[in-house]
């Protein structure tokens, strides 16, 4: 099982759409922080300040990437990235469980 190790949490979490979405911020020893998150069923909207790798743990959900016409389906084990300053939609039909990392 991929884990982190020698990691400090930031205990308040990160809630959004009405608890929906949460997600807590992981700081890695070398000052890298990353998000491990739930998302319930719903659609979402998110809006990026930096670049963002979004990696499905659990579940499916369909995104829709900036500039692009069509859902695209990702399943437990694959991940998308987004540019910084960009929104992009998330539908979720179960449930998903993400690990975002942000990047250069």
Known sequence: MPKFDN???VKKANVYFDGKVSSRTVILGDGEA???GFMQPGEFVFDTNQKEC?????GQWEILLPAA???KTF???ESFNVDA???FKVKVSD???YCCSYTD
């Not at 979004?54 to 659990?58: P, Q």
């Open 7 to 9: 990691v400090s949490v």
């Open 34 to 36: 990353k998000t491990l």
């Open 54 to 58: 979004m990696e499905l743990l659990a």
């Open 69 to 71: 016409s069509e859902w």
């Open 75 to 77: 399943n437990a084990g």
């Open 85 to 87: 300053n960009v929104s």
């Open 95 to 97: 449930f998903a469980d």
